[in-house]
C-alpha cells in the first residue's frame, strides 16, 4: 500500500511537470514568430524604421541564443526549480513592458529581457521534465513538450495576427502575463527542486560571445544607414569578430568552458551546426520579410497574412514525423540535405514570381515547397546533432545547436533586411519587391550554401537509440530538443 500511494504521488508529479514544462515552453517558444505579423501595426503605431522593426525581432532571439546555455548553467547551480521560476517571472514582467511600451527603443529593451527570461526557461523546462517522469514515460512526456513548442511556433504568426487584428499589437505580448502569473507558483508549489552535476558558471565566456555577437549584429541593421564604411558600422564589425576570437581562445582553455570547443573536432557536429546557422539565416529572414509583403504589398490583414503563412510556418507539424520516420531508414543527412535543398528551390520559385500585385495563390506552391523543406530538417538534425556525440555530452550538443540557430536567426533577420534596405523601402509596392526579391536570393543562397555544407557529414544508415527518442519530439526553431 505504501508504495503504491508512493507511486500514484510520483505520478501526479509527473502529470503537473510536463503540463507546467509544457506550458512554459509553448508561451517561450510563442514569442519567436508572434510578433512578426504585428510588424506593420507596431511601425504605424511606435514609429522608427526597418532597424527598429529587426531589433524587435532580433533582441529576442539573440539574448536567448546567447543566454540558452548560461540558464541551463545557474540552474543546476542554484536550482533549477528556483531558477525556472525566476525566468518565468523576468519573461513575464518584461512581457508586461512590452506590451506598455510609449516607444520602439523601450519595446527593443523590453524584448531583450524576454529574451533574458526566456533563455532561463526554456533549457530548464526539459530538465525538470526528465528529473520528473520515470525513463520507461518519458518519451511520451517529450513528445507533449515537443508538440507544444511546435504548435508554439507553427502558429505563431496566426496568433499574432488574430491578436494584432481584433485586439491591438500590445496583447501579443499581454496573452503571456496571465499564463506567467498562473505558471509561477504552480512550479514553486508541484515541481521538485534538483541541481547538476556540473554548477560552475562561464561568466567570461558569455560576455565575450554576447559582446561578439551584439556587434556583428549591430553594424549588420546599421550598415545602410550609417554607411557601411562608417566608424560605427566597421567598429561593430572589428569589435564583434575580435571577442568572438577571444571568446573562441577562452573556450579553448576554460576549465568548464560554455560551448566546448573539441565538440567542433567531430566533423558531423561541426558540419550540421554550421547548416543549421545558415538554414536558419535564410529561413528567419525570409519569414521577416514575408509578413510585412503580406501585409504592405498584399494588403492583407494581420490574421489574413498569419493565416497565409500557415503553409510555410505550420507544415513541418505534417513533414516532420515523416521526415524523422524516413531518418530511421536511409539516415538523417540525406534527409536534412534534401529539406534544406527543397528550402532553397521555395525561396528562388518566390524570388522569380514575386511581383508588385502578385496573387497569393501564385506564392502558394514556394511557401509549401518552404514549409516541407522545413520539415525534413528540424526532426533528423536534431538527431543528428545527438547522435555525433558521448550520452553524457548531449545536453550540451543540444543546447549549443539550438544557440547557433537562434543566432543564424538573428543574423538571418539583419542579413536580408540589409540587402532589401538596399535595394528598396516601404515607399511603394513596387519598390518592396524591388528589395524583396535580392533579398530572398540570398536567403535561397545561404540554404543552398547550408545544404552543401551537410554534404559533408558522413552518412549514417540508421538513427542512435537516445538520439531517436528525441527527435520524434523535436520541435522547430527556438525549441531546444534537450539541455
Keep these: 500500500m505504501k508504495q503504491q500511494r508512493k507511486q500514484r504521488v510520483r505520478g501526479g508529479s509527473a502529470v503537473w511537470a510536463v503540463a507546467i514544462t509544457s506550458a512554459a515552453g509553448f508561451i517561450t517558444a510563442l514569442d519567436n514568430l508572434i510578433v512578426t505579423t504585428a510588424l506593420p501595426s507596431i511601425r504605424k503605431d511606435l514609429g522608427g524604421g526597418l532597424e527598429d522593426l529587426e531589433w524587435t525581432v532580433s533582441a529576442y532571439t539573440l539574448t536567448f541564443a546567447v543566454?540558452?546555455?548560461?540558464?541551463?548553467?545557474?540552474?543546476?547551480?542554484?536550482?533549477?526549480?528556483?531558477?525556472?521560476?525566476?525566468?518565468?517571472?523576468?519573461?513575464?514582467?518584461?512581457?508586461?513592458?512590452?506590451?506598455?511600451?510609449?516607444?520602439?527603443?523601450?519595446?527593443?529593451?523590453?524584448?531583450?529581457?524576454?529574451?533574458?527570461?526566456?533563455a532561463i526557461v526554456t533549457p530548464l523546462t526539459l530538465t525538470l521534465l526528465s528529473a520528473a517522469v520515470p525513463a520507461e514515460r518519458r518519451g511520451a512526456a517529450l513528445g507533449v513538450w515537443g508538440a507544444a513548442s511546435g504548435i508554439a511556433v507553427a502558429t505563431g504568426p496566426l496568433i499574432g495576427g488574430a491578436l494584432t487584428e481584433n485586439l491591438s499589437w500590445q496583447w501579443i505580448f499581454w496573452v503571456n502575463v496571465p499564463l506567467g502569473l498562473a505558471l509561477i507558483p504552480l512550479a514553486l508549489l508541484r515541481l521538485d527542486e534538483s541541481r547538476g552535476p556540473n554548477p560552475t558558471l562561464d561568466l567570461v565566456g558569455t560576455v565575450l560571445a554576447s559582446g561578439g555577437l551584439f556587434g556583428i549584429v549591430y553594424a549588420l541593421v546599421r550598415g545602410n544607414a550609417d554607411g557601411w564604411s562608417s566608424t560605427p558600422v566597421l567598429g561593430g564589425f572589428f569589435a564583434g569578430t575580435v571577442l568572438l576570437v577571444g571568446f573562441v581562445l577562452y573556450e579553448l582553455r576554460a576549465k568548464h568552458p560554455m560551448l566546448p570547443m573539441r565538440l567542433f573536432r567531430i566533423r558531423s557536429f561541426s558540419a550540421i551546426n554550421a547548416a543549421s546557422l545558415l538554414m536558419l539565416l535564410g529561413m528567419f529572414g525570409s519569414i521577416f520579410l514575408l509578413s510585412q509583403y503580406l501585409q504592405?504589398?498584399?494588403?492583407?490583414?494581420?490574421?489574413?497574412?498569419?493565416?497565409?503563412?500557415?503553409?510555410?510556418?505550420?507544415?513541418?507539424?505534417?513533414?516532420?514525423?515523416?521526415?524523422?520516420?524516413?531518418?530511421?531508414?536511409?539516415?538523417?543527412?540525406?534527409?536534412?540535405?534534401?529539406?534544406?535543398?527543397?528550402?532553397?528551390?521555395?525561396?528562388?520559385?518566390?524570388?522569380?514570381?514575386?511581383?508588385?500585385?502578385?496573387?497569393?495563390?501564385?506564392?502558394?506552391?514556394?511557401?509549401?515547397?518552404?514549409?516541407?523543406?522545413?520539415?525534413?530538417?528540424?526532426?533528423?538534425?536534431?538527431?543528428?546533432?545527438?547522435?555525433?556525440?558521448?550520452?553524457?555530452?548531449?545536453?550540451?550538443?543540444?543546447?549549443?545547436?539550438?544557440?547557433?540557430?537562434?543566432?543564424?536567426?538573428?543574423?538571418?533577420?539583419?542579413?536580408?533586411?540589409?540587402?532589401?534596405?538596399?535595394?528598396?523601402?516601404?515607399?511603394?509596392a513596387a519598390l518592396f519587391v524591388d528589395g524583396l526579391i535580392p533579398a530572398l536570393w540570398a536567403g535561397a543562397g545561404a540554404v543552398a550554401l547550408a545544404a552543401a555544407v551537410a554534404l559533408l557529414m558522413p552518412r549514417q544508415h540508421k538513427a542512435d537509440g537516445p538520439a531517436a527518442g528525441l527527435a520524434a519530439g523535436s520541435a522547430p526553431a527556438g525549441t531546444p530538443v534537450a539541455t
Design 67 to 118: 543566454l540558452l546555455m548560461f540558464g541551463a548553467s545557474l540552474g543546476d547551480r542554484f536550482g533549477r526549480r528556483r531558477l525556472f521560476a525566476i525566468g518565468l517571472g523576468i519573461f513575464t514582467t518584461a512581457s508586461a513592458a512590452a506590451a506598455l511600451a510609449p516607444g520602439m527603443g523601450e519595446l527593443i529593451a523590453a524584448r531583450a529581457a524576454q529574451g533574458v527570461g526566456s
Design 296 to 428: 504592405t504589398v498584399g494588403g492583407y490583414s494581420p490574421m489574413q497574412a498569419g493565416i497565409r503563412m500557415l503553409p510555410w510556418t505550420a507544415m513541418p507539424m505534417i513533414a516532420g514525423p515523416l521526415a524523422g520516420a524516413l531518418s530511421d531508414r536511409i539516415g538523417g543527412a540525406p534527409v536534412v540535405t534534401a529539406g534544406m535543398t527543397l528550402n532553397a528551390v521555395g525561396l528562388g520559385l518566390w524570388a522569380i514570381t514575386v511581383e508588385p500585385h502578385e496573387a497569393y495563390t501564385h506564392m502558394l506552391p514556394a511557401l509549401i515547397v518552404c514549409g516541407i523543406g522545413l520539415g525534413m530538417f528540424f526532426a533528423p538534425s536534431a538527431n543528428l546533432v545527438l547522435s555525433t556525440v558521448r550520452p553524457q555530452e548531449q545536453g550540451i550538443a543540444s543546447g549549443a545547436n539550438n544557440a547557433i540557430r537562434e543566432v543564424g536567426g538573428a543574423i538571418g533577420v539583419a542579413t536580408l533586411a540589409a540587402v532589401f534596405s538596399a535595394q528598396g523601402g516601404y515607399g511603394s
